[in-house]
């Protein structure tokens, strides 16, 4: 499946879009050219909102920026107490 496809192409190959968004594929669906639309999975979506999600939280940056300084460390969940 090509990365970009026209409406017109994208509605005559409806399931092959469907089939590589689940795949992981990403397609641009143009109009005269331009961009208009994206198709991908929902999977693909689900982790982007999440990326953003994260990257909104001021606490959750500073405690990944502390991991990457070094600063801390992970651990395992059993080794918390109750």
Do not use: C, W
Not at 25 to 40: E, F, K, N
Not at 61 to 70: F, L, Q, S, W
């Amino acid at each position: 499946m090509k990365s970009t496809v026209s409406i017109s192409e994208g509605q005559d190959s409806f399931p092959a879009l469907i089939k590589a968004a689940e795949k992981g594929s990403v397609v641009t669906v143009t109009r005269h050219g331009a961009p208009v639309a994206v198709v991908m999975g929902y999977d693909h979506l689900t982790a982007i909102a999440e990326t953003l999600e994260v990257m909104g939280n001021p606490a959750a940056m500073a405690a990944i920026e502390e991991y990457r300084a070094g600063k801390s460390k992970f651990g395992d969940l059993d080794d918390i107490p109750e």
